[in-house]
DNA sequence: GACCAGGCACATC
DNA sequence: GATGTGCATGGT
């Protein structure tokens, strides 16, 4: 699947954001979110100089909501950001290279007890913030998998995730590829749902 | 104008 | 534990 999808759309350059702290501020943003609208939320925190999470932790939740407005759901999104904060703050003083020292399996049970930071949110953090072998699942990944018969969409995140851990190296630039390469075929226009005879994974029908 | 995005928390049974 | 619902924008 990891060939098929590589040949067919090569390269996605994950995750698509110029510092490790705004990978955290878009795995937050992008929850149930098309990241074309994330994209617009980030631009306007920037240009308030407020993509910045020690800046942040003293700014006013309405404002921030305003700011971020575009990536929907604004107000818990809000909340959020500013408690993914406080505790960034007071657990690794605002360092991501504090908190890639923590093994990874401490700091998701820790992410995980932040308000609105579950599975998905979590291990993208992990993985594309802090460079963790950590496999990303999200909607997407689900519906292809189960579409091509390796796990039905009744399984558990955790299901899925240890299906693709199990049967794959732990390597951080593999996990991320092929997570960004299964969302990437998701947004293909056919999505694969009802395979198109030009999707790359029809070659997976029938055993292949 | 409908439909849907790279989820999550919380209520209810 | 399973299932349902609110959140409340912008692109296609």
Sequence with gaps: MYRLLLDAFGPQHWWPAETAEEVLFGAILTQNTAWKNVEQAIAAL????????????AYDVNSL????????????????????????????????????????DRLREELLGVYRIGP??????????????????????????SRHGFLSLGHSYDDFQ????????????????FHALLVRAGNCVCKPTPLCDRCPLRKLEHGG
Excluded: W
């Design 46 to 57: 920037k240009a308030a100089g407020m993509l910045n999470f020690r800046r942040i932790a």
């Design 65 to 104: 909501a305003e700011l971020i407005r575009p990536a929907r759901f604004m107000n818990l999104k809000a909340r959020a950001l500013l408690a993914f904060a406080s505790f960034f703050g007071s657990r690794y003083g605002y360092s991501i290279q504090r908190m890639q020292c923590a093994p990874a």
């Design 120 to 145: 998905e949110t979590a291990d993208s953090m992990l993985l594309y913030a802090l460079a963790k072998p950590v496999f990303v699942i999200d909607a997407y990944t689900k519906r292809i998998m």
């Design 162 to 177: 240890r299906f693709f851990m199990a049967h794959l190296p732990a390597d951080v630039a593999l996990y991320n590829e």
